[in-house]
C-alpha cells in the first residue's frame, strides 16, 4: 500500500472510532497486533484489544478524537490528537491530547499501535 | 408552578436519548459488539470512515458496512443490489482506477441520513487518461448502522 493510501486507512480507523464501532475497526487488526497506550498498558491481540475498547467505550460513549497533522513514513503513520469524552458513571468531562502511531504490515493489518498522551 | 404536558413530553424525549446512548453497545447473537442506535455525529463518522476506506480502496473492509440487501445507485456507475454485486462493481471500478481518491467536503445528516459533496479524481490502468467527477454522494442507514443504500449523482 502506498503512503497516501496508509493514511486513509488511519483516518477511517479515527472516523469508526468516533463512531464507535468495534465490530468494524477489530478487522483492522492484524491477528497477534500490539496496542501501547501511555495511560493504559499494553494489550496484545485482537481479542484483548477488542475487550479494551469495549470498556473504554462503555465508560466514555461520546469519546470523540479530533486527528491532525497525518504524516507516513515506512508503514508508519502518526498523527496528532484530541480526544474528549464525558465519564457514563458521573457525567465527568475529560480532554487529553497526544500522538498517535500507526505500524502497518505489508498487507495493510494494523500491526500495532502506540498512543502518547502528553 | 405547574410542569405542563410539553415539558413532560421534553423529559420523557431527553430520558429517552440518554437511554439510546448508553445501549450503544450491545451485544448480538453473533458475539460482535454493534451500535443498537447512533447518533447523527455516529452517522456522519461512518460516511468519512467509508470515504477513507474508499482510499484506501480496501473493499474487504469497506464490504462489512454494507447490509446484506443494500443498494447502490449512481447516474455514473448504475444500479447495484447486494453485497456481493456492489462488491465486484467496487473490485472493477478498483482495478480499472487503481489510483482513484475521492475529496468529501460539507457532510450532514437527518433521520439516519448523510450526504456529502465530493470531487473525485482518477487515472485510468490502462489508457492514462485522467478522470474527475464532482458531485453528491447521499447514504441511508438501518437503525443499526449498516449502509441501506447508498446514492450518488454526479454533476
Not at chain 2, 32 to 53: D, F, P, R, W
Amino acid at each position: 500500500m502506498t503512503d497516501t493510501e496508509l493514511i486513509e486507512l488511519a483516518k477511517a480507523y479515527v472516523a469508526l472510532s468516533n463512531s464507535h464501532r468495534i465490530d468494524l475497526i477489530m478487522p483492522m487488526f492484524a491477528t497477534g497486533a500490539r496496542y501501547t497506550t501511555t495511560t493504559g498498558g499494553i494489550f496484545r491481540g485482537r481479542a484483548a484489544i477488542g475487550d479494551m475498547s469495549k470498556s473504554f467505550f462503555k465508560r466514555y460513549p461520546n469519546a470523540h478524537l479530533h486527528a491532525t497533522n497525518y504524516r507516513s513514513d515506512d508503514h508508519r503513520v502518526s498523527f496528532d490528537f484530541t480526544m474528549t469524552a464525558n465519564d457514563a458513571s458521573n457525567g465527568e468531562e475529560i480532554e487529553s491530547s497526544g500522538n498517535e502511531q500507526f505500524e502497518f504490515t505489508a498487507d495493510g493489518s494494523i500491526k500495532k499501535i502506540t498512543v502518547e498522551t502528553t | 408552578m405547574s410542569i405542563g404536558l410539553c415539558d413532560i413530553a421534553a423529559a420523557c424525549r431527553r430520558k429517552r436519548q440518554i437511554q439510546s446512548r448508553f445501549v450503544n453497545l450491545a451485544r448480538n447473537p453473533g458475539g460482535k459488539y454493534i451500535a443498537a442506535s447512533m447518533t447523527n455525529s455516529e452517522l456522519i463518522e461512518l460516511a468519512k470512515a467509508y470515504v477513507a476506506l474508499s482510499n484506501s480502496h480496501r473493499i474487504d473492509l469497506i464490504m462489512p458496512m454494507f447490509a446484506a440487501g443494500a443498494l447502490y445507485a449512481s447516474t455514473a456507475v448504475g444500479e447495484h443490489r447486494g453485497r456481493a454485486t456492489i462488491g465486484d462493481m467496487m473490485h472493477g471500478f478498483f482495478t480499472r482506477y487503481p489510483d482513484v481518491h475521492w475529496h468529501a467536503t460539507n457532510y450532514r445528516c437527518t433521520d439516519h441520513r448523510v450526504s456529502f459533496d465530493f470531487t473525485m479524481t482518477a487515472n485510468d490502468a490502462t489508457s492514462g487518461e485522467g478522470l474527475e467527477r464532482s458531485g453528491l454522494e447521499q447514504f441511508e442507514f438501518t437503525a443499526d448502522g449498516s449502509i441501506k443504500k447508498i446514492t450518488v449523482d454526479t454533476a
